[in-house]
C-alpha cells in the first residue's frame, strides 16, 4: 500500500486496525499483507484480533507454513489461480491436520513459486501489480484469458515461457496452446 514510510513499518499500525475493528462492526476479514516481506503484520493480526475477525493471509508461500501453525481460514486476493486447485488442495489437507501432506504441496509447488518471485520485479515492476499476468497464470490453469481494460502492464513472451515452465517443473499441467491464444481469450466476447 506504500504507507510504509508515511505511517508505520507495517503499513497499518495494530492501534489503527484496534479502532477500525471498533468502529466498523461490519469488518469481518483482514487481509493481513501488510510490512511485505515478512510476517510479523499477520501474527500480529491473529494474536490481536484473531477472535473477533477472519485474518487472510494472500501469499502463498506464507499461506501454506503460517496454516500449519495459526488458523488462516480464508485467502484472497491474490493470484492463486496459478496453481490450478492446489491451493484450495492446501486449505484442505491443513483443514484436515494433514500437515506433511500440506508441506508435501509446498514443496511440490516450490518451482513455480520461486518462478514466480523471481519474475516479480520485472513482472510488477515498482509499486504495481501486473493484472495481465496475474490473468495469464490463471489462463495457464484453463481460465479465461482474454483482454484487459486500458491501461495495463505487458507479458512479454520469455515471462509466459517461464511461468509456464515452473508449473511444469512443479508436477502440473498447463495449457499448451499458443500464447496468443491467452490474449483472444477461451470464450471472446
Not at 32 to 49: D, T
Not at 115 to 123: H, S, V, Y
Not at 151 to 162: D, L, N, S, V, Y
Request: hydrophobic share 40%.
Amino acid at each position: 500500500m506504500g504507507l510504509q514510510p508515511r505511517i508505520h513499518p507495517s503499513d497499518i499500525p495494530v492501534r489503527l486496525i484496534r479502532r477500525l475493528v471498533d468502529d466498523c462492526p461490519n469488518n469481518a476479514a483482514i487481509k493481513a499483507e501488510g510490512g511485505f516481506p515478512g510476517i510479523q503484520p499477520v501474527i500480529e493480526c491473529h494474536r490481536h484480533f484473531g477472535d473477533e475477525v477472519v485474518i487472510s493471509m494472500p501469499i502463498e508461500g506464507e499461506l501454506i507454513p503460517l496454516s500449519q501453525i495459526m488458523p488462516i481460514r480464508f485467502s484472497a486476493t491474490s493470484d492463486h489461480e496459478y496453481y490450478g486447485p492446489m491451493i484450495p488442495r492446501a486449505f484442505r489437507l491443513l483443514r484436515e491436520g494433514r500437515y506433511d501432506d500440506a508441506a508435501d504441496l509446498y514443496w511440490q509447488l516450490h518451482p513455480a513459486r520461486k518462478t514466480k518471485t523471481g519474475l516479480a520485479p520485472a513482472l510488477h515492476g515498482g509499486a504495481f501489480l501486473n493484472r495481465q499476468a496475474w490473468k495469464f497464470q490463471g489462463w495457464l490453469q484453463g481460465c479465461n484469458g482474454g483482454p484487459l481494460r486500458q491501461p495495463t502492464q505487458p507479458i512479454h513472451e520469455a515471462q509466459m515461457t517461464a511461468l509456464r515452465r515452473g508449473l511444469i517443473e512443479a508436477g502440473l499441467e498447463p495449457s499448451m496452446d499458443p500464447f496468443r491464444e491467452f490474449f483472444v481469450g477461451r470464450n471472446p466476447a
